[in-house]
């Protein structure tokens, strides 16, 4: 069977500082994988996805990036954290060649407060 | 993407079934719809999904309308571990198979 992990699951960060989150995922090969950040009251918002290795896609202009160094690793990251970098970020990977019937599942998510 | 449409939030008492509509009226022909839910503080689970046809699973079934236009998540006996924000969306087919999420409905089951 499949599992995602991602950690830390909370991390306290000053403004300024650096940041990186890690999301591996076991029992699966080449899959599609996704980082998503919710702010706090707010929806998902899509920020990066990745359909393969060095391949990464940015949904939105922010002052994160996004990295896949291996085939089921998936590293979101920061050199200068930003108070509204806050909120709740939930790595998902999909199961790759798909069709439209296959889902994306989410990992349990890491919660990152910039003081 | 096509857009979806759901209520802010919904009541249930424990028990009684909950029936959760989404209004998407832009949906495409190959467009899936899915649903999520997401409890407080968790990743987004998934529930269930189809393109034309109900279908049903251990956790709900979806009903979606022949023009497509609208779908109903229906959790049939309804439990206090049911209370989440539920999400509706219709899923880009693409390569990367993006999932858009709304604001969704928060449901909330009651004694």
């Known amino acids: 069977s499949q599992t995602i992990h991602q950690w830390p699951a909370t991390l306290v960060q000053p403004v300024g500082s650096p940041l990186s989150l890690e999301c591996t995922v076991e029992?699966?090969?080449?899959?599609?994988l996704y980082w998503y950040r919710q702010a706090a009251g707010r929806g998902l918002q899509l920020l990066f996805y990745?359909?393969?290795?060095?391949?990464i896609s940015s949904e939105v202009p922010q002052n994160l990036s996004a990295s896949r160094p291996q085939d089921r690793q998936f590293i979101l990251s920061s050199k200068k954290l930003l108070l509204s970098d806050s909120g709740f970020y939930l790595c998902?990977?999909?199961?790759?060649?798909?069709?439209?019937?296959?889902?994306?599942?989410f990992g349990p998510g890491t919660r990152l407060t910039v003081l | 993407d096509a857009k979806t449409t759901q209520p802010t939030s919904m009541d249930c008492a424990e028990g009684r079934a909950a029936n959760l509509p989404c209004n998407h009226s832009t949906i495409s022909g190959n467009e899936y719809v899915y649903w999520y839910r997401q409890i407080h503080s968790q990743g987004p689970q998934y529930i269930i999904h189809g393109l034309k046809n109900n279908e049903t699973n251990e956790m709900a079934s979806l009903i979606i309308t022949e023009d497509r236009k609208s779908s109903t998540l229906i959790l049939p006996h309804a439990t206090l571990r049911d209370t989440a924000v539920y999400y509706c969306?219709?899923?880009?087919?693409?390569?990367?198979?993006?999932?858009?999420f709304g604001t969704g409905t928060r449901l909330q089951v009651t004694l």
């Open positions: 969306i219709v899923r880009d087919t693409g390569t990367a198979s993006k999932l858009t």
């Open positions: 998902a990977w999909r199961r790759r060649p798909g069709n439209g019937r296959d889902t994306q599942y």
């Open positions: 990745s359909v393969g290795i060095g391949q």
């Open positions: 029992g699966t090969s080449n899959p599609n």
